[in-house]
């Protein structure tokens, strides 16, 4: 089925390990971005990238590290995981270049640092 | 002061009522979505405008540009609708990028 898949689905991290978020798609999106969602405030947006081998910081970038090397994924890593990064984060993509284009969500991961 | 705000933050209703949800921007836009997110779930699309109105089964979406409003309006509420409503926007100047209202809950009971 075409959309956005991410793994794992949970994830029990100690603090300062590290990790990696997977996202793909399937859609031959251009534009793939990851948020974190936390109790009493929006969607946060973590990093973004335009394109294979673009990628730029949003709101909440510090501790997380992305690269995009080809259009369909789109891994989030966290270099020394802090109880701070405890939240649900969620990928979504969408087609770049003019407004008319809706945007496809992951089903979320749900991560816990103690 | 966030550039997108939704009312209520958070909503009972029972079986059958209409449901109107807001959301105000702050910021021009080139478009707004409205997005559904059931409990442990993931985030589900339900509409983009970038004028007047639109609908979907029992879901409508309006929007007034010149006012930076828009409402979302279920009919016939059921137990079904109950999850977390949020309002994103595309703004003039930030690209493909989404800024996100808070949330609204919606809770109907039987």
């Known amino acids: 089925n075409a959309g956005v898949t991410q793994t794992p689905k949970f994830q029990v991290l100690k603090t300062g390990q590290s990790m990696t978020l997977q996202c793909a798609q399937d859609?031959?999106?251009?534009?793939m971005s990851w948020y974190r969602q936390d109790p009493g405030m929006g969607l946060r947006l973590i990093h973004y990238s335009v394109g294979a081998g673009i990628t730029d910081q949003g709101e909440v970038p510090n501790g997380y590290n992305v690269s995009r090397s080809t259009t369909e994924d789109f891994p989030l890593r966290l270099l020394s995981a802090a109880p701070s990064q405890t939240s649900v984060y969620f990928c979504a993509s969408s087609y770049s270049g003019g407004a008319n284009y809706g945007y496809t969500f992951g089903s979320g991961t749900r991560l816990t640092v103690v | 002061k966030n550039e997108v705000e939704q009312s209520p933050q958070n909503l009972t209703a029972q079986e059958g009522e209409f449901i109107t949800i807001n959301c105000s921007y702050s910021v021009g836009i080139s478009a707004l979505h409205w997005l559904q997110q059931h409990p442990g779930g993931g985030i589900v699309s339900l509409f983009m405008l970038s004028s007047g109105k639109k609908k979907h089964g029992r879901l409508i979406a309006t929007i007034n540009i010149q006012e930076k409003h828009s409402s979302l309006h279920i009919t016939a509420s059921h137990p079904r609708d109950s999850a977390v409503y949020i309002c994103a926007v595309r703004t003039e100047t930030s690209g493909s990028r989404l800024t996100f209202g808070e949330g609204t809950q919606l809770t109907v009971n039987p």
């Open positions: 859609m031959n999106h251009e534009y």
